[in-house]
Every structure is written in C-alpha cells, then in structure tokens.
C-alpha cells in the first residue's frame, strides 16, 4: 500500500464494507501520501455505504468526496449515447462477456477522481471460506467437488452447467494444479483453490471491463497461507 501510493497518485474508494475498512486500515500509515477519498452513492444500498464512509473519514480527518447520481454533473457528464459506447468497448474488451454492470455504474466509474491508480480490493472474500460446500465437509475433496465449488453448482449439476468437452478439460486443469499442492495441505483444498484460482480470474471480468484495471493479490505465497 506504501510502495503504491508513494509512487502514483492514488485514491481510495471508502464504504462501509468489510473489504474497504481492511484497505483503510491497511493505508492508515500512508494516509498523507493518498490524494483522495470517495464513495458512490448511486442506489439505495449505496446510501448506507455513503454513511458508514463519512463516519470512517470523519474519524480519521479526511475530506471525503461523495458521488452522487442526484448531482447534476452525474447526468451531464456523459451523454446517452457516449455511456453506450464505452460499454460497447467494455464488452469487447472482456471478450463480450461484460459491459460494465449498468449505465449508473459506468457514469460512477468514469467520474472517479482523477488518479493514476484507484485502490480497491477484495481483501474479505481472500480470508473467507466461501468455497466449502456441505459435500465437501463431509467427504474429501474430489477434483469433481472442486470444479464445482469454483463454477458456483452442485457436483451432481457439472454435466448440466458445462460442455462434456470443457467439463472434461477443468477436470484435467484441477487434478494438475491439485498434483502442486503439498501433501499436508490438501485438506484444505477449497481455500487453496479459492485463492490461488477463483479470485485471479472469476471476478475479473466485471473489473477489467473498466479501462486500466489490474490485480496484485497479497495472498499468493503458500508459505504464508499454510501457516
């Protein structure tokens, strides 16, 4: 967090979630360094967000940027049609697989402060076993369990979900990457697999749709997560 907001100008989206406080918390001693702090309040959710972001800066002494769809600017910056084609140019970007949730949210995005690099994370979901299933409790982990704890289905749902063709080439890919794993982690398969292959990739369409985006993921040494 140091190295980055000490070398570009950086800004830290604040909301009042679990990811966004770790990122605060993990920037606190370089608070000086960032440029700027904001939070988007464009749905009814978001108002609780922008809430619980004033509470956080207020406490720490930052000035807080709110963007607002109430705001005249938040319409007037783009126009309709200029909003289609950025997500006509996200989709193909992401090989139309996004185009970048809807138009409040692109509006948001583009109005970020201006900054080299936006620090936002998903430093939660990393630490969260989200991956378990209840078969996966109660019997060792089969590549067929694992393929299905990342794809989000039931094992019995595989052949229902993806091609024979594709189903058959994750298999191979997971018993691959399974055969890397130590010997007296493989209990903990999920975690590992969660880490290591869902969050580099499984969000990253949504993200990378948004112009200049990329990851440095903290938690990539299996020395430090075996421990």
């Not at 907001?5 to 605060?24: E, F, H, K, M």
């Not at 990457?177 to 007296?184: L, M």
Request: with cysteine; aromatic share 8%; charged share 25%.
């Amino acid at each position: 967090m140091g190295g980055l907001a000490n070398s570009y100008s950086v800004a830290l989206p604040i909301s009042a979630g679990t990811d966004s406080r770790i990122l605060l918390a993990a920037a606190k001693p370089h608070l000086d360094q960032i440029d700027s702090f904001f939070v988007h309040d464009i749905y009814t959710v978001t108002q609780f967000d922008r809430e619980g972001a004033q509470l956080l800066a207020d406490e720490l002494g930052l000035e807080l940027q709110v963007i607002d769809r109430r705001k005249p600017i938040f319409s007037e910056f783009l126009s309709d049609a200029e909003i289609g084609r950025i997500r006509e140019r996200m989709a193909i970007g992401t090989s139309l697989s996004f185009n970048g949730i809807d138009d409040l949210t692109v509006r948001a995005a583009y109005l970020t402060p201006p900054c080299e690099l936006v620090l936002r994370g998903n430093a939660a979901e990393m630490s969260r076993a989200n991956k378990w299933t209840p078969q996966t409790v109660r019997k060792p982990v089969s590549d067929r369990d694992g393929v299905a704890a990342l794809l989000n289905v039931r094992e019995s749902q595989l052949e229902d979900a993806v091609a024979s063709s594709r189903l058959e080439k994750l298999l191979r890919g997971y018993a691959a990457w399974r055969e890397t794993v130590p010997e007296g982690a493989r209990d903990r398969l999920p975690d590992l697999a969660h880490i290591e292959l869902f969050m580099p990739t499984g969000p990253n369409n949504v993200y990378y749709a948004f112009t200049r985006n990329f990851y440095i993921n903290p938690y990539n040494d299996r020395q430090i997560l075996l421990q």
